[in-house]
């Protein structure tokens, strides 16, 4: 039998999993699917907005991999406490792979990014999605404007829920005290703003449409803006025809906008393009505006600072621009990358290929690609594992992992543990006269799995 721990439950350490059970060259395999928190499906849980019901209901098919008698999914256990570290793990197991993600936001690196009003993208989601690390505070309360910085797609999910209604989001599994703190919001100007043009931002097309759909509010587009893009000034030139087709598509969507008459609605999403953040600033003791320099393409596919400023007003600064992969103790990193090095998954100490380790997700290429990604990017991290399991099989490992990581003080909360806590949140939802409502702190979730609140 080969013993495989999978790190992180998340679409990578889910795609992991599956590639270990399904493949003919070992015929017994045995995986244990280690998350630290008590919920397994990662940001498909956590990350993904809630008014997106088709993305989320990935997670039935997830649920269906972390089903199969060969895999065990164990909630609350913690990889660097409690003495597991990489060497501790390899001692339990054959193989770890490492499935960890990118928990931290990039910052913007300019003045008054930490003034009260101003936080990261990931914060809001995590406010919004009911994680327990997430902080209790209400963020869009007497905000009149909000500025979020960045274009991608975690730029237009939080412009669209902060532009939602909270009785849109009613039917949704949103923490009841976010959708409160919603109801109560003040915002009406909800600012996306790039420093680059339209052709270069990230969103993809189904999510910028998306904004368009809001019954309560407008999106508007600045025509100054898009005169400053070439691919969108000539339609039928060379710099449009070099684009990707998503990229094409999203000017087609800029553009109809652009052309749209305001309809009068309660809010308005307006998106800003070719301005670079350089100052958030302050009105008493607080984030009041955005200080933003023009930019203007370099004819090298970048931009370049004008020297010509303006300033958007914003009581709320949300930044949307990328994550970074987080080091864990013991394993190798690459700072500069945010990730870890490795050869086809194979974790490299010192360059060299580290026996029994490995990486696959965002951990292992960076924060690129959609959900689906992650399905090749492990397949490609397996087929090395399966290719050294005659080699890994020989070490002698714990008979029972488990019970080693109960001995060494974790409190693992397992796949019946994990059922209860969505019945619970199901029952929630009930009393309060919605479907199912999540548990937005660790010790409702504890409690719920059967376990005690976490230290």
Same mark, same amino acid.
């Not at 800029?254 to 008459?261: E, I, L």
């Given at each position: 039998?080969?013993?495989?721990?999978?790190? &992180?439950?998340?679409?990578?350490?889910?795609?992991?999993?599956?590639?270990?059970?399904?493949?003919?060259?070992?015929?017994?395999?045995?995986?244990?699917?280690?998350?630290?928190?008590?919920? /397994?499906?990662?940001?498909?849980?956590?990350?993904?907005?809630?008014?997106?019901?088709?993305?989320?209901?990935?997670?039935?098919?997830?649920?269906?991999?972390?089903? #199969?008698?060969?895999?065990?999914?164990? &909630?609350?256990?913690?990889?660097? *406490?409690?003495?597991?570290?990489?060497?501790?793990?390899?001692?339990?197991?054959? *193989?770890?792979?490492?499935?960890?993600?990118?928990?931290?936001?990039?910052?913007?690196?300019?003045?008054?990014?930490?003034?009260?009003?101003?936080?990261?993208?990931?914060?809001?989601?995590?406010?919004?999605?009911?994680?327990?690390?997430?902080?209790?505070?209400?963020?869009?309360?007497?905000?009149?404007?909000?500025?979020?910085?960045?274009?991608?797609?975690?730029?237009?999910?939080?412009?669209?829920?902060?532009?939602?209604?909270?009785?849109?989001?009613?039917?949704?599994?949103?923490?009841?005290?976010?959708?409160?703190?919603?109801?109560?919001?003040?915002?009406?100007?909800?600012?996306?703003?790039?420093?680059?043009?339209?052709?270069?931002?990230?969103?993809?097309?189904?999510?910028?449409? %998306?904004?368009?759909?809001?019954?309560?509010? #407008?999106? *508007?587009?600045?025509?100054?803006? $898009?005169?400053?893009?070439?691919?969108?000034?000539?339609?039928?030139?060379?710099?449009?025809?070099? $684009?990707?087709?998503?990229?094409?598509?999203?000017?087609?969507?800029?553009?109809?906008?652009?052309?749209?008459? /305001?309809?009068?609605?309660?809010?308005?999403?307006?998106?800003?393009?070719?301005?670079?953040?350089?100052?958030?600033?302050?009105?008493?003791?607080?984030?009041? *505006?955005?200080?933003?320099?023009?930019?203007?393409?370099?004819?090298?596919?970048?931009?370049?600072?004008?020297?010509?400023?303006?300033?958007? %007003?914003?009581?709320?600064?949300?930044?949307?621009?990328?994550?970074?992969?987080?080091?864990?103790?013991?394993?190798?990193?690459?700072?500069?990358? @945010?990730?870890?090095?490795?050869?086809? @998954?194979?974790?490299?100490?010192?360059?060299? /290929?580290?026996?029994? %380790?490995?990486?696959?997700?965002?951990?292992?290429?960076?924060?690129?690609?959609?959900?689906?990604?992650?399905?090749?990017?492990?397949?490609?991290?397996?087929?090395?594992?399966?290719?050294?399991?005659?080699?890994?099989?020989?070490?002698?490992?714990?008979?029972?992992?488990?019970?080693?990581?109960?001995?060494?003080?974790?409190?693992?909360?397992?796949?019946?543990?994990?059922?209860?806590?969505?019945?619970?949140?199901?029952?929630?939802?009930?009393?309060?006269?919605?479907?199912?409502?999540?548990?937005?702190?660790?010790?409702?979730? $504890?409690?719920?799995?059967?376990?005690?609140?976490?230290?």
């Amino acid at each position: 039998m080969l013993r495989v721990a999978v790190i &992180g439950s998340g679409p990578s350490g889910v795609y992991t999993a599956q590639a270990l059970v399904q493949q003919s060259v070992v015929p017994d395999v045995r995986v244990h699917v280690l998350d630290r928190l008590p919920c /397994p499906y990662g940001l498909v849980r956590y990350g993904v907005a809630p008014d997106h019901e088709k993305i989320k209901s990935l997670q039935n098919n997830l649920r269906t991999v972390l089903e #199969d008698e060969r895999i065990d999914f164990i &909630g609350n256990v913690e990889v660097g *406490a409690h003495g597991l570290g990489p060497g501790r793990l390899l001692e339990l197991y054959h *193989a770890v792979v490492y499935c960890l993600g990118a928990a931290k936001d990039r910052r913007l690196g300019v003045p008054g990014e930490e003034l009260p009003g101003s936080h990261s993208a990931t914060d809001f989601v995590s406010w919004y999605s009911a994680h327990p690390d997430s902080a209790r505070e209400a963020f869009v309360l007497g905000a009149r404007s909000a500025v979020v910085i960045g274009v991608g797609n975690v730029a237009v999910d939080v412009a669209r829920i902060l532009a939602r209604g909270a009785e849109e989001l009613r039917p949704t599994d949103v923490p009841h005290a976010a959708l409160d703190a919603l109801a109560l919001s003040r915002v009406r100007e909800v600012h996306m703003v790039g420093r680059r043009g339209p052709s270069q931002a990230k969103f993809t097309t189904k999510e910028l449409r %998306e904004l368009s759909s809001l019954p309560s509010a #407008d999106v *508007a587009v600045d025509a100054a803006d $898009l005169a400053l893009d070439p691919a969108y000034t000539d339609p039928s030139g060379a710099a449009l025809a070099a $684009l990707p087709a998503v990229n094409r598509r999203n000017l087609d969507v800029v553009r109809g906008w652009a052309a749209q008459p /305001p309809r009068g609605r309660e809010r308005r999403i307006r998106l800003r393009f070719f301005l670079r953040p350089v100052e958030l600033l302050e009105r008493d003791g607080r984030v009041a *505006a955005v200080r933003f320099e023009r930019t203007a393409p370099d004819g090298a596919g970048g931009v370049r600072g004008t020297g010509r400023y303006e300033e958007i %007003e914003a009581q709320l600064v949300l930044r949307a621009v990328g994550y970074r992969g987080v080091p864990l103790a013991g394993l190798p990193f690459d700072a500069d990358r @945010g990730t870890v090095p490795h050869a086809g @998954g194979r974790v490299l100490r010192d360059g060299a /290929p580290s026996p029994g %380790e490995y990486v696959a997700g965002w951990i292992k290429r960076g924060p690129t690609g959609v959900i689906g990604t992650n399905r090749p990017c492990a397949k490609e991290t397996v087929a090395s594992l399966l290719d050294d399991a005659a080699e890994l099989a020989l070490r002698p490992v714990a008979a029972d992992p488990l019970a080693a990581l109960r001995e060494s003080g974790h409190r693992p909360v397992p796949w019946p543990g994990w059922l209860a806590i969505e019945a619970a949140e199901t029952a929630l939802g009930q009393t309060l006269g919605r479907r199912s409502v999540k548990i937005p702190d660790w010790p409702g979730l $504890l409690g719920a799995a059967g376990g005690r609140p976490h230290p």
